[in-house]
C-alpha cells in the first residue's frame, strides 16, 4: 500500500502529532508499505530527516506569531505534486488545519480516498488564546474533516464531541507506547538525588509549557513539604514558570532514553492541560510505573482509572491538583500499587498494536470505495 501521511508537524517537532505521524510512518514500513510524509519545513530548513523511516517532503512554512516553536506551512504545489508522485492509494491527514487542508483537496482532485486523525482540541485552544471563537473552531473543524472518508479520534471524549458538532463517520483509534522504552526498571536513584537531595517526593510534568496546559496550576503543590516539583519541556509560557512554582526545577525539552530515565524516577505524574484529545504523556508515565494525577477531562478520562491507577481532578483546579498530590504523597503503598496497575494496563497498547488497528480502518476505507470506483 502507498500512503501519504501529510501532517502539520514532525520531528526534530516534539510534539502529540509529530510523534504519532513517525510512529505510523515506522509501522507502515515495517509492515511493508511505502509511506510518504509531507510537512513543514523545520527553522533550520529542510531537515534534518535522517532518522525519519520513509522520504520527508518539506513545505516552506513560517513560525506561528507568539509561538515560535510551531512552523505554520505557506500555499504550495509540492504538497499536490507529492501525493500524485507517489501514486498513493490512500492519504492520512494527520491533525488537519493548514497543510492538511491542501492535502484534502488534492486527495479529493485525485479521487485518492483519505483518512483524517484528528488530534488537536482547537475549539479549546480558541477559548485559551483569544477568549472567543470556539463556534468558529468548531465549523472549520466540521468543514475539514466532513471531506474525508474517515476521521479518527484518538479517545471517547474527542469522539463524543466529533459527533456532537456534526462531524460524519467518526471511529475510535487511540495512541501506542513505546513500553520498552518507557518502563520502571529505568528508575535512577542517582538521578533522584539530584533533583531532590533532601529525599523529597519527586512530582513531575512533561510537555509544552504553554497556556493551553496551564501548568500554572502546579503552584499549590510547589508549596507542598517534602515535595519536589520537576518540568521538562519547553515552550512560550517557560520564561514566567519559575516565578509560578517557586522551588521547581526546570529540565528544558528531554527525549529518548533521557526521557524515559527521568519520568521512571518521579514518584508521582502530574498533569494540568484540560484539552487533551488524548495525553500520551500520561501512558508515558503509566508505562514508567508512575501513578498519575489529571484533570477529568478529554483524553485521559479514557487513560486514568480513577482510584486504581491514578487520581483525576476537576479541570482548572489548582486546590484540587495540590490535595491530590499531597494524598500520595502521603501514601507510599498506594503509589505503588497505582504505578503497577498503570504499568499493566498499557502493556498491550503497543505501536505495533493500534498500528495494525490503522491498517484495518485503512481497509476499510478502500474496500468502501472500490464499488464506487467500479460504478
Same mark, same amino acid.
Given at each position: 500500500?502507498?500512503?501519504?501521511?501529510?501532517?502539520?508537524?514532525?520531528?526534530?517537532?516534539?510534539?502529540?502529532?509529530?510523534?504519532?505521524?513517525?510512529?505510523?510512518?515506522?509501522?507502515?514500513?515495517?509492515?511493508?508499505?511505502?509511506?510518504?510524509?509531507?510537512?513543514?519545513?523545520?527553522?533550520? =530548513?529542510?531537515?534534518?530527516? !535522517?532518522?525519519?523511516?520513509? %522520504?520527508? &517532503?518539506? @513545505?516552506?512554512?513560517?513560525? *506561528?506569531? /507568539? #509561538?515560535?516553536?510551531?512552523?505554520?506551512?505557506?500555499?504550495?504545489?509540492?504538497?499536490?505534486?507529492?501525493?500524485?508522485?507517489?501514486?498513493?492509494?490512500?492519504?492520512?491527514?494527520?491533525?488537519?488545519?493548514?497543510?492538511?487542508?491542501? =492535502?484534502?483537496?488534492?486527495? !479529493?482532485?485525485?479521487?485518492? %480516498?483519505? &483518512?483524517? @486523525?484528528?488530534?488537536?482540541? *482547537?475549539? /479549546? #485552544?480558541?477559548?485559551?488564546?483569544?477568549?472567543?471563537?470556539?463556534?468558529?473552531?468548531?465549523?472549520?473543524?466540521?468543514?475539514?474533516?466532513?471531506?474525508?472518508?474517515?476521521?479518527?479520534?484518538?479517545?471517547?471524549?474527542?469522539?463524543?464531541?466529533?459527533?456532537?458538532?456534526?462531524?460524519?463517520?467518526?471511529?475510535?483509534?487511540?495512541?501506542?507506547?513505546?513500553?520498552?522504552?518507557?518502563?520502571?526498571?529505568?528508575?535512577?536513584?542517582?538521578?533522584?538525588?539530584?533533583?531532590?537531595?533532601?529525599?523529597?517526593?519527586?512530582?513531575?510534568?512533561?510537555?509544552?509549557?504553554?497556556?493551553?496546559?496551564?501548568?500554572?496550576?502546579?503552584?499549590?503543590?510547589?508549596?507542598?513539604?517534602?515535595?519536589?516539583?520537576?518540568?521538562?519541556?519547553?515552550?512560550?509560557?517557560?520564561?514566567?514558570?519559575?516565578?509560578?512554582?517557586?522551588?521547581?526545577?526546570?529540565?528544558?525539552?528531554?527525549?529518548?532514553?533521557?526521557?524515559?530515565?527521568?519520568?521512571?524516577?518521579?514518584?508521582?505524574?502530574?498533569?494540568?492541560?484540560?484539552?487533551?484529545?488524548?495525553?500520551?504523556?500520561?501512558?508515558?508515565?503509566?508505562?514508567?510505573?508512575?501513578?498519575?494525577?489529571?484533570?477529568?477531562?478529554?483524553?485521559?478520562?479514557?487513560?486514568?482509572?480513577?482510584?486504581?491507577?491514578?487520581?483525576?481532578?476537576?479541570?482548572?483546579?489548582?486546590?484540587?491538583?495540590?490535595?491530590?498530590?499531597?494524598?500520595?504523597?502521603?501514601?507510599?503503598?498506594?503509589?505503588?500499587?497505582?504505578?503497577?496497575?498503570?504499568?499493566?494496563?498499557?502493556?498491550?497498547?503497543?505501536?505495533?498494536?493500534?498500528?495494525?488497528?490503522?491498517?484495518?480502518?485503512?481497509?476499510?476505507?478502500?474496500?468502501?470505495?472500490?464499488?464506487?470506483?467500479?460504478?
Amino acid at each position: 500500500m502507498r500512503v501519504v501521511i501529510v501532517t502539520e508537524s514532525f520531528p526534530p517537532d516534539v510534539n502529540g502529532v509529530a510523534h504519532c505521524a513517525l510512529q505510523t510512518a515506522r509501522h507502515l514500513v515495517d509492515r511493508g508499505h511505502s509511506p510518504l510524509v509531507v510537512a513543514p519545513a523545520t527553522a533550520a =530548513g529542510t531537515g534534518p530527516d !535522517a532518522l525519519a523511516p520513509c %522520504p520527508v &517532503v518539506r @513545505v516552506p512554512s513560517l513560525p *506561528l506569531p /507568539g #509561538y515560535p516553536q510551531v512552523r505554520v506551512a505557506l500555499p504550495s504545489r509540492r504538497v499536490a505534486a507529492a501525493i500524485a508522485d507517489h501514486r498513493a492509494d490512500i492519504v492520512h491527514l494527520a491533525s488537519p488545519f493548514i497543510l492538511g487542508v491542501r =492535502g484534502m483537496a488534492a486527495a !479529493a482532485r485525485l479521487g485518492i %480516498p483519505a &483518512v483524517a @486523525v484528528y488530534q488537536t482540541d *482547537l475549539a /479549546g #485552544y480558541a477559548r485559551t488564546y483569544v477568549h472567543a471563537g470556539e463556534a468558529a473552531a468548531w465549523r472549520r473543524i466540521r468543514s475539514v474533516h466532513a471531506a474525508a472518508d474517515l476521521t479518527l479520534a484518538p479517545s471517547s471524549a474527542a469522539l463524543h464531541d466529533l459527533e456532537t458538532h456534526g462531524v460524519p463517520r467518526v471511529k475510535l483509534w487511540r495512541r501506542g507506547v513505546d513500553t520498552e522504552r518507557f518502563r520502571p526498571d529505568r528508575r535512577d536513584e542517582a538521578l533522584r538525588r539530584a533533583l531532590a537531595p533532601n529525599g523529597e517526593l519527586i512530582v513531575g510534568y512533561v510537555g509544552r509549557l504553554a497556556p493551553e496546559k496551564q501548568v500554572e496550576l502546579l503552584s499549590g503543590v510547589c508549596g507542598l513539604p517534602g515535595v519536589r516539583v520537576v518540568v521538562v519541556g519547553d515552550g512560550p509560557s517557560g520564561p514566567q514558570l519559575p516565578e509560578a512554582l517557586p522551588g521547581a526545577v526546570f529540565l528544558g525539552r528531554r527525549t529518548g532514553d533521557d526521557l524515559a530515565r527521568i519520568f521512571a524516577s518521579l514518584d508521582v505524574f502530574a498533569h494540568t492541560g484540560p484539552f487533551e484529545t488524548f495525553c500520551q504523556t500520561v501512558q508515558e508515565a503509566m508505562a514508567s510505573g508512575v501513578p498519575v494525577v489529571a484533570p477529568a477531562a478529554g483524553g485521559p478520562l479514557d487513560l486514568v482509572a480513577h482510584g486504581r491507577t491514578g487520581l483525576l481532578v476537576p479541570p482548572r483546579d489548582a486546590d484540587a491538583v495540590r490535595d491530590a498530590v499531597a494524598a500520595l504523597a502521603a501514601a507510599p503503598a498506594l503509589r505503588t500499587a497505582y504505578g503497577a496497575a498503570g504499568r499493566a494496563t498499557v502493556e498491550g497498547r503497543t505501536w505495533a498494536a493500534v498500528g495494525d488497528q490503522l491498517l484495518g480502518h485503512y481497509a476499510d476505507v478502500l474496500t468502501a470505495r472500490r464499488p464506487a470506483v467500479a460504478a
